[in-house]
Structures are given as structure tokens and as C-alpha cells.
């Protein structure tokens, strides 16, 4: 067998093996989702009250679908938030043997922040839904129509609101890993930055009535995210070029 054979072999069995490891840790987190997924299931009960509790109204049911469906959707989002620090450290070991010792520590923090953040904008979305967006338009009702809900509906138009804040919330930890990796720079996110500003109040206006107090109100937080992002990228960014910076030193020497 000839040196290039060989490579070619060795090459394919590193990949045959890396596939094998993705789709081992794919599984594990698969098994950690639907377990996630059960115990969410159990507390359905305690996670709608949770919701419906600063109501005054009951919401209500048009069919036997909708039963189930508040079940599966509930448990649904347990383990969805639940079993993001999974698969992140899932992708973390997966690359960590190519991450130098501090990289690897670095990138490790990643973890709890990336679930904390998708939390906290969870928390956020619904305490706008709570507290700004459901008082401001039962308040156009004004005694006109007769208030009733469905658990469909209600339940829609609540994860309409705040799940894309979940996701918004993640903004730094992107622009942190995009930056690390070489993809994205501070300065390109600066001269970015009026388009950005855009976007986010785009976003506001679409997960928000057509109240413009409640757009900016929203958009706000939003444009604080990509601010911070752009201070964490920053960070990150240095500390890139000041280890190129010695190793191109060790390098020279």
C-alpha cells in the first residue's frame, strides 16, 4: 500500500470516527431531551398556573385537541430550555480536543451563559407580555366584546412573544464565538451598527402591537444586547490578537 493509500485510509477512518462520536452525542442528548420532555409532562399542571396565574380569566377549550396540545407544548419548552446546556457541552467535548488548554476553559463558561441568557430572555419576553403588551390590548377592548380564550390562541401568542427574545438574548454569546473564530470584529459590528439598530426594531415591532411606546420599549433592551455584544466581541478580539501576537514571537525567536 502505497503512502498516499494509507493517508487516504487514515483520513477516512478519522472521519468515520468523528461521524460516529456526533452521532453519539447527538443520541445522548436526544435521551436527555425526552427525559427533559417526561418531567416536564408531570408538572404541566404547575406551568400553566404559572402562566395564566396574573389573569383574571380562564382561558378556554374548543376541543379535545387542545388538551393535548397545552401538554406537549408545555413539556415541549421544558426540555427545549432545559436540555440547551446539554447539547452545548455536547458540541463543546466534540471540539474540545482541537481547543488549546485555555481555549477549552474559555469556551467551557460558554455553557451556563448561553442557558442563563435563553432564560432570561424567556423572562423577559413574558414580562412584557405580562406586564405591557396583554393590559394594552385588553384595555382596547374597553367593555365592547366579551373577553374569551383559547388555549390555542393564548398559548400561540404568548411563545409568538417570547421565545424570539430567547433567542435574541443570545446575541453575545454569537458575537463572542463568531469573533473567536475570525467571522466577526467589533469594528465590523460598529459600522453595522444603524443597520442593527434596524433589525432589532423590526423584531420589536413585529413580536409587539402596533403601539409605538411598547416598540421602543422593547426594541430598547434590544439595542443594550448589541451594544454589550459589541463590548464582549471586543474582548474576546484582544485577546485573539494577543495571542497571534506571541505565538508570532515564540515564532520568530
Known sequence: MSEEQQFDQEKEMNLTGHLSELRNRLIVTAVFFFLFFILGFIFV???????????????????????????????????IAATIPILAFQ??????????????????????????????????GYFMFVKLIMPFLLSLNNGMFNEMFTVDKYFKFLLRITFPFALLFEIPMIAMFLTSLGILTPDFMRRTRKYAYLILIIIGTIVTPPDFILQIVVAIPLIILYEISIYLAAIVYRKKLRKHKEYMEQDSI
Open 45 to 79: 399542571e404547575d406551568i400553566y398556573w404559572f402562566f395564566v396565574n396574573d389573569f383574571d380569566f380562564k382561558l378556554t377549550v374548543i376541543s379535545p385537541g387542545e388538551i393535548i396540545w397545552l401538554h406537549f407544548t408545555m413539556a415541549g419548552l421544558v426540555a
Open 91 to 124: 458540541v463543546w467535548s466534540f471540539i474540545k480536543p482541537g481547543l488549546t488548554p485555555n481555549e477549552r476553559k474559555a469556551s467551557l463558561a460558554y455553557i451556563p451563559a448561553i442557558f442563563l441568557l435563553f432564560l432570561g430572555g424567556m423572562v423577559f
